[in-house]
């Protein structure tokens, strides 16, 4: 009389008990390290939460797209999960995350050339009036006292075609600072220098003498002096475009303490242990820190040389090769007396390229931190550049600002995008142009 159900039951309790205890199945060990562990967990977490956020917004796009009645439903019929502790790119579903970049892409094509053309303009209108005067000037005789001048470095971006392939530079970007030099306030006072962000430009595969000489054209106007490193690719460039026309090159100071540091600590003998790590040998450190602005000035040509002569001697002296030496003394020797008396003359000009690394650090390198190995058009990629040039040279400003906002900026009603604006140095600039009205967005001139 036992239907279908209880005789299954039955035949179930009867197998579990006649059979012997199963062991418990044994787990083998994880091979995982703690790091893998913690990294495996991450992602299931984050991929429970996106899918929970997915979930949600499914839920509540249904609801709100469903066949409308004339009686509102009940809050008892109707459940919506909400996203909790969702942040970041899981608000969003997947899709709509992987074509956000879109938007970011449509604006830089649209704005980035209008208000590009609007900066460069106030360039080259400043630049073309200060090549006239010095020239005049040059012609009567006499020294500018504001030569125009041009610092330039290049950034290699080294992307992996796969896991496991070595690194390649894929794009370069090559960086050109412009040093603003001008009259003091008082009749007495020292002459000012800014340092300012003329032009970034993105060209594909390393750096070379014909994409600097893209970058020199483009920009359009000879300097009294360029400032860089010795890069085989610059210097070939402005040695063919810039030596007939009068300009003077000036090696960094920055970059040559740097390579022969780098040359110290990596070179064969000329390092020593100390304790677990590797260091320049003392001898040669502290002769390489007598260099300086003022130290190569008063040294002169004569004791530039004698420099050199000197550490070739430590270098004998360590049991050092003197191959590397003798190789870096032909690079920087000539170029560098050749720079010492107009450092001489003209002690605003700067000995280093500081002012554009300076740039590199919080303008460029924030824009390609994390992302630079997505940019695929360089087209667009220069577009953005040129959006870093005019934040950096312009403070852009926006319409109706908040109360908080308009209190908390020193312009007192204008909100400046520009981090650089909030500086002091820009105060003064900011309490001039107070009383200006904003009826629209717009970029002041340089």
């Known amino acids: 009389s036992l239907n279908v159900w209880e005789k299954t039951e039955l035949a179930i309790a009867h197998q579990r008990q006649h059979e012997p205890d199963q062991p418990a199945p044994v787990r083998r060990p994880s091979r995982l390290s703690a790091k893998q562990k913690e990294a495996r967990a991450a992602r299931e977490l984050k991929k429970a939460e996106e899918a929970e956020a997915a979930q949600a917004l499914t839920e509540i796009e249904e609801h709100f797209s469903g066949p409308r009645t004339d009686e509102p439903p009940s809050i008892l019929d109707v459940t919506v999960a909400k996203p909790r502790n969702v942040t970041g790119s899981a608000s969003w579903d997947a899709t709509r995350a992987r074509n956000a970049w879109h938007v970011s892409a449509d604006l830089t094509d649209q704005y980035s050339p209008v208000l590009f053309a609007h900066v460069d303009k106030g360039f080259r209108e400043r630049e073309a009036a200060l090549r006239d005067i010095n020239d005049e000037l040059r012609e009567q005789g006499q020294v500018p006292s504001q030569p125009l001048i041009f610092v330039m470095d290049e950034i290699p971006i080294f992307l992996r075609r796969g896991k496991g392939a070595a690194s390649r530079v894929a794009w370069t970007i090559h960086a050109v600072g412009e040093v603003i030099i001008r009259q003091p306030q008082g009749p007495s006072g020292p002459l000012l220098r800014e340092n300012r962000l003329r032009l970034a430009r993105a060209l594909p595969g390393p750096a070379s003498a014909s994409s600097w000489l893209l970058v020199q054209d483009e920009i359009g106007v000879v300097p009294d002096i360029v400032i860089a490193d010795q890069g085989q690719a610059l210097a070939t460039s402005l040695s063919g475009v810039y030596t007939n026309a009068g300009t003077k090159f000036v090696p960094s100071l920055f970059h040559f303490t740097q390579a022969m540091a780098l040359m110290f600590y990596e070179t064969h003998g000329f390092s020593i242990k100390s304790g677990n790590r590797k260091i320049p ?121 908040t109360p908080r906002q308009a209190a908390q900026h020193p312009c007192s009603g204008r909100t400046v995008l520009n981090p650089l604006a909030l500086d002091s140095k820009h105060g003064q600039a900011c309490q001039t142009r107070r009383q200006r009205p904003l009826s629209h967005i717009e970029v002041h001139p340089p």
Request: proline share 8%.
């Open 281 to 401: 040998h003392p001898d040669l450190s502290k002769h390489l820190a007598k260099l300086s602005r003022d130290e190569l000035v008063l040294m002169g040509p004569v004791g530039w040389g004698q420099w050199w002569d000197d550490l070739e001697s430590i270098t004998t002296s360590i049991g050092a090769p003197l191959a590397p030496v003798t190789y870096r003394r032909d690079i920087y020797e000539q170029v560098v007396a050749q720079a010492l008396p107009l450092l001489a003359a003209q002690p605003v000009i700067p000995a280093s390229n500081s002012g554009i690394e300076h740039r590199i650090r919080s303008m460029l390198k924030p824009v390609l931190r994390g992302r630079k190995q997505r940019y695929r058009n360089l087209t667009r990629t220069n577009a953005l550049l040129d959006l870093v040039v005019c934040a950096a040279t312009t403070p852009v400003t926006t319409r109706n600002p």
